[in-house]
């Protein structure tokens, strides 16, 4: 069983940055990968970006591209969100997804899609951008 728990959220003006972290623990496959998930008031969930454990490789989806910023530190079982020139639209609650499904390929775009079909949740963090 995995576990994952978010930190770091928080509340910051336009333009702002914040670093999200997520501590995963139980047995981690490094051809599994690891995302950020995030749902707005009224909205769907959406993808923010995923990483391949083993290689590294990564995804983000086309609005957050050049301002968010997906790593991990496996040693230490955490991923980390960077998240600058933050936007009023990236107000959400964010979540951190240790994806169950296996990708050998190591493909971040096929993380990306495939943890929201199965993974092991966090409870989330809220992130709250004001103008």
């Known amino acids: 069983q995995v576990q994952v728990v978010e930190s770091g959220g928080g509340s910051v003006q336009a333009g702002g940055s914040l670093r999200l972290s997520c501590a995963a623990s139980?047995?981690?496959?490094?051809?599994?990968?690891m995302g950020w998930f995030r749902q707005a008031p009224g909205k769907e969930r959406e993808g923010v970006a995923a990483?391949?454990?083993?290689?590294?490789?990564?995804y983000y989806r086309d609005s957050v591209k050049g301002r968010f910023t997906i790593s991990q530190d496996n040693a230490k079982k955490t991923l980390y969100l960077q998240m600058n020139s933050l936007k009023p639209e990236d107000t959400a609650m964010y979540y951190c997804a240790a994806g169950r499904v296996l990708v050998p390929s190591g493909s971040g775009a096929y993380c990306y899609n495939s943890i929201p079909a199965s993974a092991y949740w966090g409870q989330g963090t809220q992130v709250t951008v004001s103008s």
């Open positions: 139980g047995y981690i496959d490094s051809r599994g990968c």
């Open positions: 990483i391949h454990i083993g290689g590294g490789s990564t």
